[in-house]
């Protein structure tokens, strides 16, 4: 797939860079990027979650109704879970939800997202930026020339990381920058748009 690249206005610069096939030509797997996503936001879970049991409730055990004649069941402890303010049964307790994915298939869902962008034209490709010091102002200006300043969510792919541009885009709520080594599907499919410098095509493994 050959698709022009555009300087900071958002116009073509006459140049084109070829994007591999094997990486933005594929056929999308949904049920890859399903569980790429299901991983993803697993490992984001804290897992802190918890409730106090029979043994940790600080409540008397004595005996608070006689065993029979109340028309009730026996009870013999005010820590019960059956009684109110008592301990909870079965309840949750701290764990991590993170489960771990194959390596092939984690490049699959990601090589998926990145053809799933390429195929629906919300990839586009930008020669290389540097600004002399971080200016939130000027990246503003090249989020608007690309036309992704009013989408909802723009990632910005850099091929290294470069601080006065990170500086620069950090502060835009519409804009993520992240370089190419950390990019995964869940960041490339959550974005409405997909912004790669040019020396970044070539970095993608």
Do not use: C
Request: net charge positive; charged share 25%; hydrophobic share 35%.
């Amino acid at each position: 797939m050959r698709i022009d690249i555009l300087n900071s206005n958002g116009q073509s610069t006459g140049r084109s860079i070829e994007l591999p096939d094997t990486i933005f030509g594929i056929e999308p797997n949904e049920h890859a990027m399903y569980l790429a996503v299901k991983q993803f936001n697993a490992a984001q879970r804290q897992g802190t979650h918890k409730s106090k049991e029979k043994w940790e409730i600080a409540r008397t055990t004595k005996k608070f109704k006689r065993q029979k004649g109340t028309g009730g069941a026996r009870a013999g402890s005010l820590k019960s879970p059956t009684v109110k303010g008592g301990g909870r049964a079965f309840g949750p307790r701290p764990r991590d939800y993170d489960f771990s994915l194959n390596k092939k298939v984690r490049k699959l869902a990601r090589y998926s997202a990145l053809s799933l962008k390429a195929q629906s034209g919300k990839l586009k490709v930008v020669e290389d930026l540097s600004f002399d010091a971080p200016k939130t102002k000027s990246f503003a200006g090249v989020m608007k020339g690309l036309g992704v300043n009013e989408v909802k969510n723009a990632l910005i792919v850099l091929p290294d990381y470069n601080e006065n541009v990170y500086l620069s885009g950090r502060n835009i709520a519409n804009a993520r920058l992240m370089n190419v080594k950390d990019i995964n599907t869940y960041e490339v499919l959550h974005a409405t748009d997909l912004v790669l410098f040019e020396s970044a095509v070539s970095k993608f493994v």
